[in-house]
């Protein structure tokens, strides 16, 4: 399956076509390409844990899930569905998520827009 094709616009305002967010953010595992969802890996002694970074294509083979941003924020009741989707998964750590999802935050400059 095509990565890349599968994860569309990165960072368009659903419908409007409006900027989602400041900045973009940029690829947390090779640090080099534009990051276009949110991604599962293994992670700890023997892979036993997992961890969630926000990455682009370079992860393909080594993703255990991802949502991408075209899908995650295309409408609010589309990102609290991520959410509680994500959150009834087998090895969900909500604190790794939501720290991921801080570091999104950060990294996309979205602070003051609540």
């Not at 935050?105 to 602070?111: E, G, H, L």
Request: hydrophobic share 35%; charged share 30%.
């Amino acid at each position: 399956m095509n990565k890349a094709g599968s994860k569309g616009n990165r960072n368009q305002g659903i419908k409007r076509r409006a900027k989602l967010w400041r900045k973009e953010p940029i690829c947390e595992a090779c640090g080099k390409e534009p990051a276009t969802s949110f991604s599962q890996f293994r992670a700890g002694p023997n892979g036993m844990g997992v961890t969630w970074k926000f990455t682009g294509d370079c992860t393909i083979d080594t993703e255990i899930r991802w949502e991408g941003f075209d899908r995650a924020f295309r409408s609010v009741p589309a990102f609290l569905d991520l959410i509680a989707n994500t959150a009834g998964k087998h090895r969900f750590e909500p604190t790794d998520f939501f720290l991921m999802l801080e570091r999104f935050r950060r990294a996309t400059d979205s602070y003051g827009e609540y």
